[in-house]
């Protein structure tokens, strides 16, 4: 029972260059969401996906774009990565429609930005 | 919009001490409330939840009650061990169903635990 996977767990880029966070989930959940972790900041939402199909801008987008390819799948494009998006990327999942479920989250993936 | 505040960290306890970590929200309505951990180089984990007024949400030795009147949601620990080193997220989720249960996070709150 994997839950949500991510990969790479960790990756060097720089600066300019273009990658994709890969993220999957085997929990039938219709609610995908990639947050980025910083020091002293918590975790914020980059962009989410209600269901498959649909995606929706969070508290911080700018220099990113996501594709929601099936139910399972959430990916995070960095088109051209830039030293501040240096952080630690977290997937989650949700079930949709029912007050108080909790998401699930990946293990991570760290990112670096030279 | 919605908001939670956390205490700064970090806490340093010795084993067997008893934790309070305070969380306040700001929200409107009747959100769900939450408490995740993470331990290190994992991600979060859900610890518990409570979802309405007067709820109290328990796992792992770990309280929580919603007090909506002073839009609280204290974690609290008996006992704690060094095995709860991590830190320690309080979130809300506003009450708006048909669509996908968007988190806010606090800070964090790291705890160390020493023997």
């Known amino acids: 029972n994997a839950g949500v996977t991510q990969t790479p767990k960790f990756q060097v880029l720089k600066t300019g260059q273009s990658m994709t966070l890969q993220c999957a989930q085997d929990?039938?959940?219709?609610?995908m969401y990639w947050y980025r972790q910083d020091p002293g900041m918590g975790l914020r939402l980059i962009y989410y996906?209600?269901?498959?199909?649909?995606?929706d801008k969070g508290e911080v987008p700018n220099g990113y774009n996501v594709s929601r390819l099936n139910k399972r799948e959430f990916s995070l494009r960095l088109e051209s990565a830039a030293p501040s998006q240096t952080s630690v990327y977290f997937c989650?999942?949700?079930?949709?429609?029912?007050?108080?479920?909790?998401?699930?989250f990946g293990d991570g993936t760290r990112l670096s930005i030279l | 919009g919605n908001s939670v505040t956390q205490m700064e960290g970090p806490v340093t306890l010795s084993e067997e001490a008893f934790l309070t970590i305070n969380c306040t929200y700001t929200?409107?309505?009747?959100?769900?409330l939450f408490w995740y951990v993470q331990y290190p180089g994992e991600g979060l984990q859900l610890l518990l939840k409570?979802?309405?007024?007067?709820d109290k949400g328990s796992n792992k030795g770990f309280e929580a009650t919603y007090r909506k009147e002073t839009t609280s949601f204290h974690l609290e620990k008996g006992s704690v061990q060094v095995s709860d080193s991590a830190v320690y997220f309080c979130?809300?989720?506003?009450?708006?169903?048909?669509?996908?249960?968007?988190?806010?996070f606090g800070t964090g709150t790291r705890l160390q635990v020493t023997l």
């Open positions: 989650a999942s949700s079930p949709f429609q029912r007050r108080g479920q909790p998401q699930h």
């Open positions: 929990m039938n959940h219709n609610s």
């Open positions: 996906s209600a269901s498959e199909g649909t995606t």
């Open positions: 929200a409107t309505g009747y959100p769900s």
């Open positions: 409570a979802t309405k007024a007067d």
């Open positions: 979130a809300l989720s506003p009450l708006i169903t048909g669509t996908a249960s968007k988190l806010t």
